[in-house]
């Protein structure tokens, strides 16, 4: 059976849960998946650094890409993935917009072949659908020439985005919750040896245990003494 809580030991729970309190959004989830923005700057990151094999990782089995090029199925997209690697694809993005699951921005795009051509680099709208931190779907659209961004200032190299998006990465409710339970085990340590229960060997003296119960009850005697 279960006894009941002495008071140092119950005021330290209370404090517990008052420190816990609900759990933030993040640790709501079930999952560890990183974020669908951070998925897309870790997949932009790795074609810019002609890492073919970490950007398919980021892709699910039934990915499609649609637009400019067209592949489904992991097979094919990561035929399209070795194709940007192959001829030297160079990458700068622009600011990530976030909406759920989806995410949309404008790369600045230069390959090899383009170069050639006498195309030095193309604005591509591109887009992609995240679910449980892989890309099902990537939409690659490129601008007509003179539908140039306005903002073409704000764009990036997009390798530069690996390490933003790893660090958030490392950021997980398992980082919160150990600096929860280290907080809270402090707490009890703090109210255990305050209230005077702190183990002590036989026929040594106690530092702490006896202090704050007598002083309460001088304190009441007292009082007592005064009122009468």
């Known amino acids: 059976m279960l006894g009941k809580l002495s008071l140092p030991v119950a005021t330290a729970a209370a404090a517990a849960l008052l420190l816990v309190g609900p759990a933030p959004p993040g640790m709501a989830q079930t999952s560890d998946a990183p974020s669908p923005e951070n998925v897309v700057a870790s997949f932009e990151a790795a074609l810019d650094a002609h890492d073919g094999a970490r950007a398919a990782q980021m892709i699910s089995d039934s990915s499609t890409l649609l637009g400019m090029d067209t592949a489904s199925g992991r097979k094919q997209v990561q035929a399209w993935i070795q194709d940007q690697v192959d001829h030297a694809v160079v990458i700068e993005v622009g600011p990530l917009h976030v909406n759920g699951s989806r995410v949309t921005w404008t790369a600045r795009v230069s390959r090899s072949d383009w170069i050639r051509d006498g195309i030095g680099f193309r604005y591509v709208d591109e887009e992609a659908a995240v679910m449980g931190g892989l890309i099902t779907v990537i939409g690659v659209h490129v601008r007509a020439p003179n539908q140039s961004p306005t903002n073409a200032s704000t764009f990036i190299r997009a390798r530069t985005l690996a390490t933003a998006s790893e660090a ?29 229960w702190a183990p002590r060997a036989a026929g040594a003296a106690s530092l702490q245990k006896g202090r704050l119960v007598p002083a309460l009850a001088r304190s009441v005697e007292l009082r007592r003494s005064r009122e009468t």
């Open 168 to 196: 958030a990465a490392a950021t997980r409710p398992s980082n919160w919750l150990g600096l929860v339970a280290l907080v809270v085990s402090g707490v009890f340590a703090g109210l255990y040896v305050a209230s005077g």
